[in-house]
């Protein structure tokens, strides 16, 4: 049974930069395709980046892209989320699943999940 956890949330002003960390354990890390999602209230949990085993091949949501930046270490056994120049509509609760299987962005493929970490981005 593979086990998620995220850390790095917190409050930050907008423009300024957060990084997020999750640690997966329980499962082969190296073979696990990784994701971070996130929800804001009231809205439906959103794709926000991947990043397969090798890291060779990443994808960005159109929100994110070119502010924000995923990276994994296979020997630590973590991924990471950069997160910089930080809007208000970034706030949500963010959330990292794995999958053994390839990557996508749809949350009900990943049936392994952390328990989220909150960032609220002020104005």
């Known amino acids: 049974q593979l086990q998620v956890v995220e850390s790095g949330g917190g409050l930050v002003q907008a423009g300024g930069s957060l990084r997020l960390s999750c640690t997966a354990s329980?499962?082969?890390?190296?073979?696990?395709?990784m994701v971070w999602f996130r929800q804001a209230p009231g809205k439906e949990r959103e794709f926000v980046a991947t990043?397969?085993?090798?890291?060779?091949?990443?994808y960005y949501s159109d929100s994110v892209k070119g502010r924000f930046t995923i990276s994994r270490d296979n020997v630590k056994n973590t991924v990471y989320l950069q997160m910089n120049r930080l809007k208000p509509e970034d706030t949500a609760v963010y959330y990292c699943?794995?999958?053994?299987?390839?990557?996508?962005?749809?949350?009900?493929?990943?049936?392994?999940w952390g328990q989220g970490t909150q960032v609220t981005v002020s104005s």
């Open positions: 990043i397969t085993w090798s890291g060779r091949t990443i």
């Open positions: 699943a794995a999958r053994s299987e390839i990557a996508t962005m749809r949350p009900k493929d990943y049936n392994y």
């Open positions: 329980g499962l082969p890390f190296s073979r696990l395709v």
